[in-house]
Every structure is written in structure tokens, then in C-alpha cells.
């Protein structure tokens, strides 16, 4: 470690890719304003946890493996701390109104925080004010949540993934003419929205051009239905790029219509199925946000937070890496994904007295 040295809240600055001290600690980016610091992470430890505060978490939905690696890094990291939690599932995108009563009966119920996967970064505002007027830190995890009033954010900015893919494709085109399919997820979603904006910045005065552009929910077969139609009504795609889902269901697309080597496939995040396409072949590359390790960041903010400790930035998340057929074997899966079989947590009691 070049550099290195002690930070308020257990942060310590590094030029080290991941630790091998295991999940204790690992590298992040603090995010100030437009500022971004690689730093080393340290969890807090149990006997640093001297009560058994209890967490509601909120996700968007549980249709795929990208939320239960989530909730397999925030249960994880539960059990270790000794604390407790509750997960409500608001069942997809466009369930908002679930959400809320969701969040709402946290508040009511007096949960000592809250982690908040948001279906919509502004739609939730209200709520995140009503939880910190009374006394509940807000942590926004994953998708992005606006406003002044959420205590940190614990997240990878979707910005920052896409504009990786589409850097990746700008470089794979050779400076040729490139033409994609772009499927970035539900219009209204914050970190969909940050996608666009990401993927296209990236190709911005290159010969990468998007033919079509379709958003919708991240279900499995919404995202196949709208790659099945594009590769119907758009017979000059090069490649599909895509939220995991759209990346999942591209590589079948493909595959299902004989047009691989013709039409390559890329995402922008990556859940165990890109991953496993990429070592296939079938997908070209993916960038990781190490969703597992986000969820154990989300949980050590709120805890430090609960501790009344000062965090050392508002906003961090693991620093993003990309994954090809070239640097797939490098990765640790388990800072990504779930364990196989692992079943999904919804309630756990505190051990901690």
C-alpha cells in the first residue's frame, strides 16, 4: 500500500486495488462535489457496535441476482455486527406508491435507520425528510436518491459504469462506424437516467452511434421482448448495450436469432449470468460495481452514523473495474454476487444486547 494512513471513520487512503485481509476492508471512492479520492474502507467491528439498532431496508424489487447479492452484503454484514434488520421488496419499478407505504411504516415503526434502494430518485424525497425530521438516517443505496436530506450515499454512480462500457465499444469500434441498441432500464429511475447520460457522454465525437434506444422494467422478459423487436426492426446493430437484465437477455437474443459474431453484447453491470456470458464468450464485457461490498458499505454508514460518528465522505462506493474474458479470473465473486443458493433474508433478530 503506497501512501497509506489513518482516516476519521476508519478510512484509510490506497493505491491498492482490493485488500487481502477479506471483506473487513476494501477500496472505495469518496465522492466531495466533483471530487473523487481512492481510500481504503474499514468495516467497524462488533465490539465497536455497542447497541442493537435495527435497520429497515427497502429495495425496488427481488426479480433478479443483482438485488439479492445486495441483500446477501447488507444481511452479511447484519449478522457480523450483531444488529438486526427488516427487508421490504416493493415488488418493480413501477411500484412506487409501495414503496412509500413501505418506507412510511418504517418510519411509524420507529426503525432506527434505513437503507433505501429508490424506485425513483426524486419520488421518494418527501419521505426521506419525514424519516430525517424524526430522527432516522436515510442511507441511499445503489440507485440514487436527491436531495439534501438523505444522511450518505453508498453507491456506484451508474454514470460512471455506462460511460466505462461505452468507452470499452468506442475502443472496440477502431474508430469505425458502430451502431448499438441501447437498453438502460425504467425512464424516471435515477441511475438509469445517469446511464444514459454516461453511455452517451462516452461515445460523444466517436463513429459509436445509438439506432435505438428502449427503456422499461428490468424483468427478464420485458428486456427480451424489447431486444427481440429491436433486432427485428433494425437489421444494422452491432452491438446491444445494456442495463445486467437487457445484457442477459441480449446474449439469448442473439444466440436464439444466429447472429453471434455479427452482433456483439456488452452491460453496463454485471449479475452471475453476464458474468457468466463473458467467460463464455457470448458477452463481451461488463463493468462491476462489487454489489455484495456496497451493501456492506451501506450498512457500516448507517451504523457509524447510529454511533454518532462523522463519515468521511457523504458519498463512497467501490471503486468500478472492468471485467472481459481477459481479467475475468482476477475478480473475487463473492465482492459481486451472492454465494450459490443462497436464500434471500428478509428479518433478522440482533444478537448484540
Keep these: 500500500m503506497k501512501g497509506a494512513f489513518a482516516l476519521m471513520a476508519g478510512v484509510v487512503f490506497a493505491g491498492v486495488a482490493h485488500s487481502q485481509e477479506g471483506p473487513s476492508k476494501f477500496e472505495v471512492q469518496l465522492v466531495d462535489g466533483g471530487k473523487k479520492t481512492d481510500a481504503e474502507w474499514t468495516l467497524l467491528k462488533k465490539e465497536e457496535v455497542t447497541k442493537p439498532w435495527n435497520i429497515c431496508v427497502l429495495f425496488p ?71 430525517k425530521d424524526a430522527g432516522i438516517p436515510v442511507i441511499d443505496f445503489v440507485n440514487g436518491v436527491n436531495g439534501p436530506d438523505v444522511a450518505g450515499h453508498a453507491l456506484v454512480s451508474f454514470y460512471d459504469l455506462a460511460y466505462e462500457t461505452g468507452k470499452y465499444i468506442v475502443k472496440q469500434s477502431g474508430g469505425k462506424p458502430t451502431v448499438v441498441g441501447f437498453f438502460p432500464g425504467p425512464q424516471g429511475a435515477g441511475w438509469s437516467d445517469d446511464a444514459v447520460r454516461g453511455f452517451n457522454d462516452a461515445i460523444k465525437g466517436s463513429k459509436v452511434q445509438i439506432a435505438v434506444t428502449r427503456r422499461g422494467d428490468t424483468g427478464l422478459n420485458v428486456q427480451l421482448d424489447m431486444i427481440n423487436n429491436a433486432l427485428q426492426t433494425y437489421d444494422n446493430l452491432n452491438w446491444l448495450v445494456g442495463v445486467d437484465i437487457a445484457g442477459q437477455a441480449a446474449a439469448v437474443a442473439v444466440r436464439n436469432a444466429n447472429l453471434s459474431g455479427k452482433v456483439d453484447v456488452a452491460a453496463f453491470d454485471i449479475i452471475p449470468p453476464v458474468y457468466d456470458d463473458i467467460a463464455a464468450g457470448a458477452t463481451k464485457a461488463s463493468p462491476t460495481d462489487f454489489t455484495v461490498l456496497q451493501g456492506r458499505l451501506a450498512v457500516d454508514m448507517v451504523l457509524r452514523l447510529l454511533q454518532g460518528q462523522k463519515l468521511p465522505a457523504k458519498r463512497a462506493g467501490p471503486k468500478p473495474e472492468m471485467v472481459t474474458t481477459e481479467t475475468i479470473k482476477s475478480f473475487n465473486k463473492t465482492d459481486m454476487f451472492a454465494p450459490p443458493g443462497y436464500k434471500v433474508e428478509f428479518s433478522i433478530e440482533a444478537t448484540k444486547k
Design 61 to 131: 424489487h427481488l426479480k433478479d441476482s443483482y438485488w439479492v447479492a445486495a441483500d446477501y452484503g447488507i444481511a452479511d454484514e447484519i449478522h457480523r455486527t450483531g444488529t438486526a434488520m427488516t427487508l421490504y421488496e416493493a415488488g418493480g419499478y413501477g411500484n412506487l406508491s409501495t414503496q412509500l407505504s413501505q418506507m412510511d411504516n418504517c418510519i411509524a415503526q420507529k426503525f432506527d435507520g434505513i437503507i433505501l434502494g429508490a424506485i425513483s430518485a426524486d419520488g421518494v424525497g418527501p419521505l426521506v425528510k419525514k424519516a
